[in-house]
């Protein structure tokens, strides 16, 4: 009682609002955590459970995902046993745990499921895709069995670390399930562009080439992805070519070209100023080359100027 009561003396004096903003949650946890830590884990939980179910206005999904991280198993062993899923912990606890043991809350699901049908659904297929990047042979098994239509619209954290990506993307290239393997790879490029991740991006594009032998695929799809449609700084041009250079050595010189072309769609002069900055190759021949092109029918002077760059003959 006493915790609890000082639980709501830090909390009660800051807006509703806050309780929704992980950011605004994170800086009140360590003075929680001063209060919790006398305490057993389970007398904290208790204390959590008595703040959230006399203060229901001043409680959120933010700060309940926060109490359900800092003990999981320990909320989740204190839900009534005739009726788990009321406590005030209840709707968190589950997305807590199938963070860090996926397959141990599915079991958990499956004998004490949710009175409606439709949340136990929503439940566990968030748990499938937990299981998947965990166990990527057993998550593909569960959603196969249960939830197939999941499997083509899995989502990646772009938190996800470059060893479980790996894993992933190399259980997917080994896949027959070619609307999965696409899925996989999609994401894959997509997290590798949002973080600017070109290592992790190389590692993808290894991986699944070695692994399934075809290239062709996975080179279409890095075409027209946002690597050489969103490049708006000479050091992300720069770390492209390499990459291009490295993995798709027959049409890297080509690649560029297109790079360029993209390039100054958005930003004219910065596609302009990287192609000057590159030494003499034929990837900087082929850049003037798509530059000149581009811009010819509407300024026949500068690309005239732009001719005098390119290599003799």
């Known amino acids: 009682t006493v915790a609890s009561e000082e639980i709501s003396r830090i909390l009660t004096n800051h807006s509703h609002s806050i309780f929704n903003n992980p950011y605004e949650v994170a800086k009140l946890i360590p003075d929680i955590l001063t209060i919790l830590e006398p305490l057993t884990r389970r007398e904290a939980v208790d204390a959590i459970n008595a703040y959230l179910t006399q203060n229901k206005d001043h409680r959120g999904v933010s700060l309940e995902s926060a109490f359900c991280e800092l003990y999981p198993f320990e909320i989740l062993d204190s839900l009534p046993d005739n009726d788990p899923w009321s406590g005030p912990l209840a709707n968190s606890i589950p997305f807590a745990i199938f963070h860090i043991e996926p397959a141990f809350m599915l079991k958990f699901l499956e004998n004490r499921p949710l009175k409606s049908s439709e949340d136990q659904d929503i439940l566990l297929k968030h748990g499938g895709e937990r299981l998947l990047v965990n166990d990527p042979e057993k998550g593909y098994e569960f959603l196969r069995a249960s939830y197939p239509e ?6 990646l954290s772009i938190h996800i670390k470059k060893k479980t990506a790996l894993n992933l993307i190399t259980f997917a290239a080994q896949s027959s399930d070619l609307g999965f393997q696409d899925r996989i790879v999609d994401e894959a490029l997509r997290v590798s562009h949002h973080n600017e991740d070109y290592e992790l991006l190389d590692l993808v594009y290894g991986e699944f080439s070695k692994v399934s032998g075809d290239s062709a695929s996975i080179n279409e799809k890095l075409l027209k992805s946002p690597f050489l449609k969103e490049i708006k700084r000479p050091e992300q041009a720069d770390k492209m070519m390499a990459f291009l250079e490295k993995n798709m050595p027959d049409t890297a010189v080509e690649t560029t070209g297109t790079l360029v072309k993209m390039w100054m769609e958005r930003d004219f002069n910065k596609a302009g100023e990287w192609i000057i ?32 760059l390119l290599p003799e003959g």
Request: glycine share 2%.
């Open 150 to 155: 999941k499997l083509k619209s899995i989502g």
């Open 277 to 308: 900055s590159l030494e003499e190759s034929p990837h900087k021949t082929r850049a003037i080359e798509t530059f000149i092109e581009e811009i010819a029918p509407i300024d026949p002077e500068a690309a005239n100027a732009w001719r005098e």
